[in-house]
């Protein structure tokens, strides 16, 4: 259940690959909407079983066996009509057949046979990060394999630290987070990217090395790319006679709140200008900002930011 715009495609999609067990919500009285159907093919792109969970049954207009029928135009066979995928019908706010959700979770556990091992090296994934005032940065994250321990030197996608503190969601400080466990981590270098792979190393001169080698490889990425847009974007102009380019520095208070606007912002344009993000991050707008948008014309737009 992500939130319902097109924007949060990339959100969706890490949920898919993270999980074990897809949990598809679906409105009774709104059916099957856009984001769901790509809910869907994510789900199945990742290879991972279903439950189909809907919600808002006490709603006016609400119609179950209309969600029954549109889910079947995407390959979607419920237990009731002979198929392999459970339907539970819940009320999220009435607390209704919630315990029935809770059981069919169970059942298609023992089925498939998830398990973790807690005495391998600890993995874990970043779902989201930010820098908070008197924290630092913050990551959040789900721990998979192994047990995370106060401590650890981990690494985190091409960033590097000591983890200071584990939080889980009830704001509780722990000492361990064993697999599957959600939790948010301090201690981080800077922000890693949401879906980045957490490792635990054995000190901090290998955390180092991990990281600039992995820092290496996506500034070569990133070179790569540019050159490649440019390139598009000479092509295009050639074509069709000198678009205008509206530059723009975007700075937001979350990754989510990023991939988002930059996937909304890349797609809008039209035949006298286009929009060009020179650069995108998470956190306060800085001195760096303003010199890098002054140098080049951009509109700066902070999201949530100081």
Same mark, same amino acid.
């Not at 990742?46 to 709603?59: L, R, T």
């Given at each position: 259940?992500?939130?319902?715009?097109?924007? *949060?495609?990339?959100?969706?999609?890490?949920?898919?690959?993270?999980?074990?067990?897809? !949990?598809?919500?679906?409105?009774?009285?709104?059916?099957?909407?856009?984001?769901?159907?790509?809910?869907?093919?994510?789900?199945?792109?990742?290879?991972?079983? !279903?439950?189909?969970?809907?919600?808002?049954?006490?709603?006016?207009?609400?119609?179950?066996?209309?969600?029954?029928?549109?889910?079947?135009?995407?390959?979607?066979?419920?237990?009731? %009509?002979?198929?392999? #995928?459970?339907?539970?019908?819940?009320?999220? =706010?009435?607390?209704?057949? =919630?315990?029935?959700?809770?059981?069919?979770?169970?059942?298609?556990? +023992?089925?498939?046979?998830?398990?973790?091992?807690?005495?391998?090296?600890?993995?874990?994934?970043?779902?989201?990060?930010?820098?908070?005032?008197?924290?630092? #940065?913050?990551?959040? !994250? #789900?721990?998979?394999?192994?047990? =995370?321990?106060?401590?650890?030197?981990?690494?985190?996608?091409?960033?590097?630290?000591?983890?200071?503190?584990?939080?889980?969601?009830?704001?509780?400080?722990?000492?361990?987070?064993?697999?599957?466990?959600?939790?948010?981590?301090?201690?981080?270098?800077?922000?890693? =990217?949401?879906?980045?792979?957490?490792?635990?190393?054995?000190?901090?001169?290998?955390?180092?090395?991990?990281?600039?080698?992995?820092?290496?490889?996506?500034?070569?990425?990133?070179?790569?790319?540019?050159?490649?847009?440019?390139?598009?974007?000479? %092509?295009?102009?050639?074509?069709?006679? +000198?678009?205008?380019?509206?530059?723009?520095? %975007?700075?937001?208070?979350? %990754?989510?709140?990023? +991939?988002?606007?930059?996937?909304?912002?890349?797609? !809008?344009?039209?035949?006298?200008?286009?929009?060009?993000?020179?650069?995108?991050?998470?956190?306060?707008?800085?001195?760096?900002?303003?010199?890098?948008?002054?140098?080049?014309?951009?509109?700066?737009?902070? *999201?949530?930011?100081?």
């Amino acid at each position: 259940d992500t939130p319902g715009h097109s924007a *949060f495609s990339g959100m969706r999609a890490r949920g898919a690959k993270l999980t074990d067990i897809v !949990i598809l919500v679906v409105a009774a009285d709104d059916g099957i909407m856009p984001q769901t159907i790509e809910a869907i093919q994510h789900s199945k792109a990742a290879k991972v079983p !279903i439950i189909v969970a809907v919600n808002k049954i006490d709603a006016t207009g609400a119609d179950t066996d209309k969600v029954i029928n549109e889910l079947l135009k995407h390959d979607i066979v419920v237990e009731k %009509l002979g198929g392999e #995928v459970p339907l539970v019908e819940i009320s999220a =706010l009435k607390k209704k057949n =919630l315990d029935s959700l809770i059981d069919n979770i169970i059942v298609v556990a +023992e089925i498939i046979e998830i398990k973790a091992s807690i005495t391998q090296r600890s993995e874990g994934t970043v779902l989201e990060a930010k820098r908070e005032q008197g924290r630092g #940065v913050v990551a959040s !994250i #789900v721990q998979q394999r192994g047990v =995370l321990k106060k401590g650890d030197i981990i690494v985190a996608g091409s960033q590097w630290g000591k983890i200071r503190a584990i939080i889980d969601d009830k704001g509780k400080t722990l000492n361990n987070l064993p697999p599957s466990s959600p939790a948010e981590i301090l201690g981080l270098n800077d922000i890693p =990217l949401a879906g980045d792979d957490i490792i635990v190393v054995d000190n901090e001169a290998r955390a180092r090395e991990v990281s600039e080698y992995r820092k290496a490889v996506i500034l070569k990425e990133k070179t790569n790319l540019s050159r490649a847009n440019s390139m598009e974007n000479i %092509l295009k102009n050639i074509k069709s006679g +000198e678009k205008k380019l509206l530059n723009i520095v %975007l700075k937001t208070d979350a %990754l989510g709140s990023k +991939e988002a606007i930059v996937n909304t912002l890349e797609k !809008i344009g039209n035949d006298e200008v286009n929009v060009q993000i020179l650069l995108s991050g998470v956190g306060g707008i800085n001195e760096t900002d303003v010199a890098l948008a002054s140098s080049n014309e951009a509109l700066i737009l902070g *999201f949530n930011v100081r």
